[in-house]
């Protein structure tokens, strides 16, 4: 093992380069995808320009026909990466094992742009009066010509016809006034430094396997495990990347595969995972649904997944299916856990049959998501209802729950439970969901999808205000956040009637008013659908208290076949 040094501009001249050193840098398969944001991409410039050290690399030298992509340089949040994969091939190349976060991002900001827009420099930043945590040197991803003192920072590092004090001189005649001395001085200095640790010095460091000159001291088996070794020490990569890193190394079209199945999973809004799908393989595979590393090396479970992948696939599909057609749950903002589908897709795997004619799964979803019972970490809970489906050959409602509540988790869904949903919280969507069921969850536009508005303002409420005891002056809130906030105070609307038609501010008695309805039959249906009391004097900002308490009577008997204990099964 070696260690090398390179200046950054040099190194990032050899991404995707097969003419260059040592056959170019490239990313194995193994490497997960891109994730590092804007910001995160901006402070790593930032430091740079700090003369700060951004770690060292691990690099693999090869001739191996190993599955390897080319490095992204117009990054989109949308991108395949299966569009940048490159033909196998015995030339020498140099696979990035460790660093790629960093080293995509220096592509990014040199070579290509983010979501279309290229990395720009604030020439006159770089005070030093900042704290250390915070930015010093402003980078940002922008539009062309966002103008003065923005200046497109690839053209700084990639500009050899210029000494840096001519650059400079060049850079200030586009200011729209003369700069003053200091300014003057601090544009000069961020040129130097800019050339100085973006092009003279040797700034990236990376550790070389050069299994090339000593092919027997780094196989791919050897390289895969020191991957994972390299990524497993902090938060580089979750165990889910790693396992996929130990899959991929044995099939090569695993990334098409899972990003095929991911596309058809999430289609109307959902936010299904690699994660899940891991998380759900080892389930059905009876290896358990926690994640550990060695049951990816135990010589079985790869190969188990790549042959049965068209059967594992299906059955996750066929649950989300489930999900959407028997649940009216038709967006990630109505799932808190995906985690609860788990024990139904070992059941549809193992029993399709069976699975096809069983009536009691919604009931069960519907009741496990709305009290929360796959929180925490149900690992144990996972296998325990996986092992009960084993035992009784079947789905059985009520031997389900009786493994839920054995595990000392409630499935008790009170009044309380409903009263405790409040306005941005993670399951109010839920509720509604339940709430509303002919409303429409799948909008062609994720920010056109309904949204939760307040029935009174929180503008008007707040104008609600109590005699402060020790000033004797009317400053404090009568109606706090909870008040404000409580689902008896929410509904739920499209974004065109809480947007563009503009609900907004609009009090109750305005935007319940029969005026704003073609026929009478139209306005009682809206008060009914939305649980409005349909007495008018409630709509009053004085009868607020009252209008609650009607509320909530009726968001109670709507939720009363839940709230029956007796009753397990939905109707």
Wanted: glycine content about 6%; some cysteine; proline content about 4%.
């Amino acid at each position: 093992m070696q260690n090398k040094k390179l200046p950054i501009r040099k190194i990032v001249s050899y991404l995707n380069d097969d003419e260059a050193e040592g056959g170019g840098f490239w990313l194995p398969n193994i490497q997960r995808p891109f994730v590092w944001s804007e910001e995160q991409i901006a402070r790593l410039f930032d430091s740079i320009m700090r003369e700060y050290p951004i770690s060292t690399l691990l690099v693999w030298k090869t001739k191996e026909a190993v599955k390897h992509r080319k490095f992204i340089d117009n990054y989109r949040r949308d991108i395949k990466l299966t569009d940048f994969y490159v033909p196998d091939n015995t030339r020498s190349k140099m696979m990035v094992l460790d660093g790629q976060q960093r080293l995509q991002s220096l592509f990014i900001g040199l070579r290509g742009s983010y979501e279309g827009r290229e990395m720009y420099f604030d020439v006159l930043s770089g005070g030093a009066a900042a704290a250390p945590e915070d930015i010093r040197f402003r980078f940002a991803f922008k539009a062309a010509n966002p103008g003065w003192p923005w200046v497109r920072f690839k053209d700084l590092v990639f500009q050899n016809n210029k000494l840096p004090g001519e650059m400079a001189d060049a850079l200030t005649q586009n200011a729209p006034d003369p700069l003053s001395q200091d300014a003057f001085r601090t544009v000069s200095r961020n040129v130097e430094r800019v050339r100085q640790e973006f092009v003279t010095d040797d700034n990236i460091t990376f550790q070389e396997l050069d299994g090339i000159d000593n092919p027997d001291a780094y196989r791919v088996d050897d390289i895969v495990e020191i991957f994972i070794r390299a990524n497993s020490g902090g938060t580089k990569l979750g165990k889910s990347d790693l396992l996929f890193s130990l899959l991929t190394s044995s099939w090569d079209e695993a990334d098409g595969e899972m990003e095929a199945l991911l596309e058809d999973l999430n289609q109307g809004g959902f936010d299904f995972d690699r994660d899940f799908v891991l998380k759900s393989c080892l389930t059905i595979l009876g290896r358990g649904a926690r994640y550990e590393v060695g049951k990816f090396r135990d010589g079985k479970t790869k190969e188990e997944i790549i042959a049965k992948w068209d059967e594992l696939a299906e059955a996750i599909k066929a649950v989300r299916d489930l999900l959407v057609a028997k649940t009216y749950i038709r967006s990630d903002r109505a799932m808190p856990s995906y985690l609860a589908l788990i024990p139904l897709i070992y059941y549809r795997f193992h029993y399709p049959a069976k699975f096809a004619l069983n009536r009691d799964m919604a009931a069960y979803l519907l009741r496990v998501l709305v009290t929360g019972v796959f929180g925490g970490s149900p690992d144990n809970l996972i296998d325990k209802l996986v092992r009960n489906i084993q035992e009784q050959q079947d789905f059985v409602l009520s031997e389900v729950y009786g493994v839920i509540r054995a595990e000392g988790r409630s499935l008790e869904i009170t009044p309380a439970v409903i009263f405790d949903q409040y306005y941005g919280s993670r399951t109010i969507h839920l509720f509604f969901n339940l709430w509303y069921r002919d409303f429409d969850y799948s909008p062609a536009l994720d920010a056109n999808g309904p949204q939760v508005d307040h029935i009174f303002p929180q503008s008007l409420l707040k104008t609600v205000k109590d005699i402060n005891p020790e000033s004797g002056k009317r400053n404090i809130l009568h109606y706090r956040a909870e008040h404000r906030d409580q689902i008896a105070n929410c509904m739920l609307l499209t974004a065109d009637e809480n947007g563009f038609s503009g609900k907004c501010d609009t009090p109750p008695a305005q935007w319940f008013d029969r005026s704003r309805f073609a026929t009478d039959e139209e306005h009682k249906r809206y008060l009914q659908m939305h649980l409005i009391p349909e007495d008018p004097a409630l709509w009053a900002l004085e009868r607020y208290d009252d209008f609650i308490a009607a509320r909530r009577a009726l968001i109670k008997d709507k939720f009363a076949y839940m709230l029956r204990k007796d009753q397990e099964v939905l109707a």
